[in-house]
T-cell receptor
């Protein structure tokens, strides 16, 4: 089993729709959680950190369920510019290492 | 505010050769992590440098080595290149023990081994 698993994708979604990404992690001692966005052939960029209480940034909402070892990202009113690969990232119990999912590719269609 | 910079942007090497990749962290950051990203995969952690020492290492062979300089810049060296080393090599910088441990990435070096 991979340490961080994501929906394989790709997700093809019409503009304006709501899309949800799911991620599970295997290490219950994991400390920090993030969603990164990566455009084609570019570097990953931090989208948002994920807090236990859940957090929202504009159209983006992240949730963490420690009991189920599950992280989610919700994008509302999707834009063409949201097309990218979304990577779920977990900070392991070793304190410094970030463990990355393989990413889910999102394609927003007009 | 200068972000993370990496050089070179692209590199083509032959099997068995050695390569050195360079990274300058974001201004004010003191920690550098290196990742290897194969096509269609998430980044894989190679190692992290802090205070000029390798603080943690991922599951990579000794052919992968690195260094951090007093100005916090860093190098990644790969010896005896294999075809499988072809990938995007990403450098990320962060600030010591910031609570959320956010990392900022450079544009990467795309290495092709033929």
């Amino acid at each position: 089993r991979k340490e961080v698993e994501q929906d394989p994708g790709p997700f093809n979604v019409p503009e304006g729709a709501t899309v949800a990404f799911n991620c599970t992690y295997s290490n219950s001692a994991s400390q920090s959680f993030f969603w990164y966005r990566q455009d084609c052939r570019k570097e990953p960029k931090l989208l948002m950190s994920v807090y236990s209480s859940g957090n929202e940034d504009g159209r983006f909402t992240a949730q963490l369920n420690r009991a189920s070892q599950y992280i989610s990202l919700l994008i509302r009113d999707s834009k063409l510019s949201d097309s990218a690969t979304y990577l779920c990232v977990v900070r392991g119990d070793s304190n410094y290492q970030l463990i990355w999912g393989a990413g889910t590719k999102l394609i927003i269609k007009p | 505010d200068a972000g993370v910079t990496q050089s070179p942007t692209h590199l083509i090497k032959t099997r068995g050769q050695q390569v050195t990749l360079r990274c300058s962290p974001k201004s004010g950051h003191d920690t550098v992590s290196w990742y290897q990203q194969a096509l269609g995969q998430g980044p894989q952690f190679i190692f992290q440098y802090y205070e000029e020492e390798e603080r943690q290492r991922g599951n990579f062979p000794d052919r992968f080595s690195g260094h951090q300089f007093p100005n916090y810049s860093s190098e990644l060296n790969v010896n005896a290149l294999w075809l499988g080393d072809s990938a995007l090599y990403l450098c990320a910088s962060s600030l010591g023990e910031t609570p959320n441990y956010e990392q900022y990435f450079g544009p990467g070096t795309r290495l092709t081994v033929t």
